[in-house]
């Protein structure tokens, strides 16, 4: 059963180049309401305040490690459940990003 959270972060993944010191991880929220929430980093908590008009905000994280997951709590500072209130970082070669593959070898594009 999926639980359905107040909030969520919108990608649950994220593959980043070595070099890079911060991404912004994006939030959905899913109430017309203010929420209060914080997101746990394996440098501490960072406490949001979405206010009854947003619907999603872009958050910057600091990255020092190379691979790390953070992660949303409640207003008591309880993990949220569901798949959608952790999201994992990895750094990767300068190699490896940036590359999409495709399932069909050939595409076929139409104009019109």
Do not use: W
């Not at 999926?2 to 919108?10: H, P, T």
């Not at 911060?22 to 929220?29: L, Y």
């Not at 958050?59 to 952790?86: M, T």
Request: glycine share 4%.
């Amino acid at each position: 059963m999926r639980v359905q959270n107040e909030v969520g972060f919108k990608c649950s993944s994220y593959m980043i180049r070595k070099n890079t010191k911060s991404i912004d991880v994006t939030v959905e929220k899913r109430t017309h309401e203010q929420i209060t929430f914080s997101i746990e980093t394996p440098d501490g908590l960072q406490q949001i305040i979405m206010e009854a008009h947003e619907t999603e905000r872009y958050i910057p994280i600091d990255v020092k490690k190379d691979i790390f997951e953070i992660r949303l709590l409640d207003e008591l500072n309880q993990p949220f459940k569901g798949s959608d209130s952790v999201a994992h970082i990895k750094k990767t070669s300068e190699d490896s990003t940036g590359r999409i593959n495709f399932q069909e070898p050939v595409l076929k594009a139409t104009v019109g």
